[in-house]
């Protein structure tokens, strides 16, 4: 391996406030009948400092928050809500829905919002919507919420458009994705623009309709759009992502010939990532030195993703000599880098490394998540150390981690493995009690795990759950134009 930058060889609370005693000394005096007349102190004057300020900026923050969720429960529960709520409040509350992609309460929130006496329609506003949206595959509400903006008779902007066109773009509805740009190019003064067609290539690239690309190219240069960095990156990640070497360097090739753009380290980490998930490490570790050469620099993300490519290919001591080489190069490792390095050494039984990095993470302050700790489960499920999975259980109820769905899939399926069917619907229930929607995989495994061993009437109730499950997680199908 011929690296640039030689690596090392691969052998190689603060304490409780004290109560006053005031009232306890008052009640003990009134006991005894000797309630002395007392003179009223003069209350201290105010004062202007930090400490006199903290209660009251604290208070205000619980007021928000208070509001905030009022806001959010109003809107869920209520048709014919108040059309006088506090606007901060509202607009919090919308801004939250949004940024958690929480898309059915931001909708519902955004109707409380325009019912308000104070509300202004804003492109804006409609644009963010249309993004989040886009972003949790929504096109038919996405269809609903544009029909809407025009009826308030907004002009759409080159943003709001944009925003449609991922949004079915996205979910896969390339057509319709193209229906909208030939109709922006159709309206006035809202020509699509690079970023316009930066998403529609994305959209392109991540349905693997490549057979597109050359048309959108074509349609940009005819309105004299040039490609930039970004486009090119797409364009390049896409290919890689198919596995499609050949046309990724061509692509890499064009990106070089434009004179306007030259690689940076996207088009590293794309080009890196397409080999070392494939396994083709050689020429994974041939583009490194080449970048290099180009003038650009590795990042974190460039070895975590050489640690995973060496991991998955069973080349460990290739992957501790990148862990070690980004210490000396002073990249500090993050939580991606660690749980990388443990999920590989558990998936391949060295429990003695595993538990190593696991330890050597927490004493370089890097914080484990819920996957690092589902890879310590898969890692004892796999060696059959089944008895130290509470152990890890324990650890989790210790810190401030909150369990995901996942993580309790991969207990599901340690006790499934094991045949602790007892304790793998202890879990089931233990989930349901931290708030983890039991999902699909939660279903399959342990209806697999009572066909096993013959329980058959139990998995035909789960069965039936599972099924009322995928009901509610479908819901009712939603049209896109009346299709």
Same mark, same amino acid.
């Given at each position: 391996?011929?690296?640039?930058?030689?690596?090392? /060889?691969?052998?190689?609370?603060?304490?409780?406030?004290?109560?006053?005693?005031?009232?306890?000394?008052?009640?003990?005096?009134?006991?005894?009948?000797?309630?002395?007349?007392?003179?009223?102190?003069?209350?201290?004057?105010?004062?202007? &400092?930090? !400490?006199?300020?903290?209660? =009251?900026?604290?208070?205000?923050?619980?007021?928000?928050?208070?509001a905030?969720?009022?806001?959010?429960?109003k809107?869920?529960?209520?048709?014919?809500?108040?059309?006088?709520?506090?606007?901060?409040a509202?607009?919090?509350?919308?801004?939250?829905?949004?940024? #958690?992609?929480?898309?059915?309460?931001?909708? *519902?929130?955004?109707?409380?919002?325009?019912?308000?006496?104070?509300?202004?329609?804003?492109?804006?506003?409609?644009?963010?919507?249309?993004?989040?949206?886009?972003?949790?595959?929504? /096109?038919?509400?996405?269809? %609903?919420?544009? @029909?809407?903006?025009?009826?308030?008779?907004?002009?759409?902007?080159?943003?709001?458009?944009?925003?449609?066109?991922?949004?079915?773009?996205?979910?896969?509805?390339?057509? *319709?994705?193209?229906?909208?740009?030939?109709?922006?190019?159709? %309206? #006035? *003064?809202?020509?699509?623009?690079?970023?316009?067609?930066?998403?529609?290539l =994305?959209?392109?690239?991540?349905?693997?309709?490549? $057979?597109?690309?050359?048309?959108?190219?074509? !349609?940009?240069?005819?309105?004299?759009?040039?490609?930039?960095?970004?486009?090119?990156?797409?364009?390049?990640?896409?290919?890689?992502?198919?596995?499609?070497?050949?046309?990724?360097?061509?692509?890499?090739?064009?990106?070089?010939?434009?004179?306007?753009?030259v690689?940076?380290?996207?088009?590293?980490?794309?080009?890196?990532? %397409?080999?070392?998930?494939?396994?083709?490490?050689?020429?994974?570790?041939?583009?490194?030195?080449?970048?290099?050469?180009?003038?650009?620099?590795?990042?974190?993300?460039?070895f975590n993703?050489?640690?995973?490519?060496?991991?998955?290919?069973?080349?460990? =001591?290739?992957?501790?000599?990148?862990?070690?080489?980004?210490?000396?190069?002073?990249?500090?490792?993050?939580?991606?880098?660690?749980?990388?390095?443990?999920?590989?050494?558990?998936?391949?039984?060295?429990? !003695?490394?595993?538990e +190593?990095?696991?330890?050597?993470?927490?004493?370089?302050?890097v914080?484990?998540?819920?996957?690092?700790?589902?890879?310590?489960?898969?890692?004892?499920?796999? %060696?059959?150390?089944? $008895?130290?999975?509470?152990?890890?259980i324990?650890?989790?109820?210790? &810190?401030?981690?909150?369990? =995901?769905?996942?993580?309790?899939?991969?207990?599901?399926?340690?006790?499934?493995?094991?045949?602790?069917?007892?304790?793998?619907?202890?879990?089931?229930?233990?989930?349901? *009690? @931290?708030?983890c929607?039991? $999902?699909?995989?939660? +279903?399959a495994?342990?209806?697999?795990?009572?066909?096993?061993?013959?329980?058959?009437?139990?998995?035909?109730?789960?069965?039936?759950?599972?099924?009322?499950?995928?009901?509610?997680?479908?819901?009712?199908?939603?049209?896109? $134009?009346?299709?």
């Amino acid at each position: 391996m011929h690296l640039l930058g030689p690596l090392p /060889p691969t052998n190689s609370p603060s304490p409780p406030s004290r109560t006053s005693r005031a009232p306890v000394v008052l009640a003990a005096q009134r006991q005894r009948g000797t309630g002395r007349r007392r003179q009223r102190r003069k209350p201290p004057p105010p004062t202007s &400092t930090p !400490e006199a300020e903290q209660p =009251d900026a604290l208070a205000r923050i619980l007021r928000t928050e208070a509001a905030v969720t009022g806001v959010s429960r109003k809107a869920a529960a209520v048709r014919h809500q108040s059309s006088r709520l506090w606007p901060r409040a509202v607009l919090e509350a919308l801004d939250s829905a949004v940024a #958690a992609s929480r898309w059915e309460s931001a909708l *519902e929130i955004f109707e409380l919002l325009r019912n308000q006496h104070w509300y202004e329609p804003r492109s804006q506003t409609y644009a963010r919507l249309l993004m989040m949206l886009g972003k949790c595959r929504q /096109p038919g509400p996405a269809t %609903a919420l544009f @029909k809407e903006m025009l009826s308030e008779r907004l002009t759409p902007t080159v943003d709001v458009y944009t925003a449609l066109v991922g949004a079915y773009g996205y979910s896969g509805l390339l057509e *319709e994705a193209l229906a909208t740009v030939d109709q922006m190019k159709g %309206a #006035a *003064e809202c020509r699509p623009d690079e970023y316009t067609f930066s998403v529609l290539l =994305d959209c392109c690239a991540k349905s693997r309709r490549f $057979d597109l690309i050359p048309t959108v190219l074509d !349609e940009m240069s005819y309105l004299g759009i040039e490609c930039n960095s970004v486009i090119h990156n797409g364009i390049i990640d896409g290919y890689g992502k198919a596995a499609m070497f050949e046309e990724m360097e061509s692509a890499l090739s064009a990106m070089l010939e434009s004179g306007n753009n030259v690689p940076d380290i996207y088009t590293m980490n794309s080009i890196i990532w %397409a080999y070392g998930n494939n396994g083709r490490t050689g020429e994974m570790e041939r583009w490194y030195s080449e970048f290099q050469l180009m003038g650009v620099e590795p990042d974190t993300k460039t070895f975590n993703i050489m640690i995973k490519s060496y991991g998955k290919a069973g080349m460990y =001591d290739k992957m501790v000599s990148i862990f070690k080489y980004m210490k000396k190069r002073f990249f500090t490792p993050t939580a991606v880098t660690f749980n990388t390095v443990i999920g590989c050494f558990g998936r391949a039984g060295n429990i !003695e490394k595993m538990e +190593y990095y696991f330890r050597l993470m927490k004493i370089q302050g890097v914080k484990p998540n819920p996957i690092t700790y589902c890879s310590l489960v898969n890692g004892y499920s796999k %060696a059959g150390l089944i $008895d130290k999975v509470p152990g890890i259980i324990r650890q989790t109820e210790n &810190t401030d981690v909150v369990l =995901d769905t996942p993580f309790f899939n991969c207990v599901i399926s340690a006790y499934a493995k094991s045949g602790d069917i007892k304790i793998m619907e202890e879990m089931l229930q233990l989930m349901k *009690e @931290k708030n983890c929607k039991p $999902d699909n995989v939660t +279903y399959a495994t342990m209806i697999q795990a009572y066909t096993a061993h013959g329980m058959d009437e139990a998995a035909r109730l789960l069965g039936t759950e599972a099924e009322r499950f995928e009901k509610r997680l479908l819901g009712p199908v939603s049209e896109v $134009d009346g299709k």
